[in-house]
Antibody, heavy 121, light 112 residues
Framework: EVQLVQSGAEVKKPGESLKISCQAS????????IAWVRQRPGKGLEWLGI????????RYSPSFQGQITISADKSISTAYLQWSNLKAADTATYYC??????????????WGQGTLVTVSA | QSVLTQPPSVSAAPGQKVTISCSGS????????VSWYQQVPGTAPRLLIY???QRPSGIPDRFSGSKSATSASLDITGLQTGDEADYYC?????????????FGGGTKLTVL
């Protein structure tokens, strides 16, 4: 059974750094892209970027380039999303998600449970 | 501001049919497959339709998708109260380098 299990909720202050995780199981981690999706409170879905764990090929949405870093550790089947300088506007639930098919970057079929990140002074 | 346009809300009575539209461009909907997602508040999205009109296993055939040119639609027939949720379309946008996934703004379905 494919599972994506994310790290727990975080409360941070503006300017702080943060790294959240997404541990995959039930499939070959290196054979599928992993995407990160943001959902601000009461708002819609926004695609942040994607990583291919086999070679760590990482691509970002132009809207988020330079603001986040996506990485992966294939030895422990875990993807990460990190910030070095959090802002209140980063307050949101963040999901990791896996596409339905290998080598495909859309049709997100498996989702983590979400990690709520709250940034407040 | 979402690149794919959906109506903010739709409603219908139990047992009825509802259609949710998703309008894009030639570089998005017109050039790639469309997916549809259902999200019950407080839970992660669930893939309902992929490749314009395909259902993953376990998705009832009450849900169907279609696409024409730069617009796509999700039909839900035999509405049930459990269908109340937010629905998002998504596709690959090739207008930027490498591309990106884009989503519609979401449509809230109310089953009256």
């Amino acid at each position: 059974e494919v599972q994506l299990v994310q790290s727990g909720a975080e409360v941070k202050k503006p300017g702080e750094s943060l790294k959240i995780s997404c541990q995959a199981s039930g499939y070959t981690f290196t054979s599928y892209w992993i995407a990160w999706v943001r959902q601000r409170p009461g708002k819609g879905l926004e695609w942040l970027g994607i990583i291919y764990p086999r070679d760590s090929d990482t691509r970002y949405s132009p809207s988020f380039q330079g603001q986040i870093t996506i990485s992966a550790d294939k030895s422990i089947s875990t993807a990460y999303l990190q910030w070095s300088n959090l802002k209140a506007a980063d307050t949101a639930t963040y999901y990791c998600a896996r596409p339905r098919q290998q080598l495909v970057r859309w049709a997100l079929d498996y989702w983590g449970q979400g990690t709520l990140v709250t940034v407040s002074a | 501001q979402s690149v794919l346009t959906q109506p903010p809300s739709v409603s219908a009575a139990p047992g009825q049919k509802v259609t949710i539209s998703c309008s894009g461009s030639r570089s998005s909907v017109g050039n790639s497959f469309v997916s549809w997602y259902q999200q019950v508040p407080g839970t992660a999205p669930r893939l309902l339709i992929y490749d314009d009109d395909q259902r993953p296993s376990g998705i009832p055939d009450r849900f169907s998708g279609s696409k024409s040119a730069t617009s796509a639609s999700l039909d839900i027939t035999g509405l049930q109260t459990g269908d109340e949720a937010d629905y998002y379309c998504g596709t690959w946008d090739s207008s930027v380098s490498f591309g990106r996934v884009i989503f519609g703004g979401g449509t809230k379905l109310t089953v009256l």
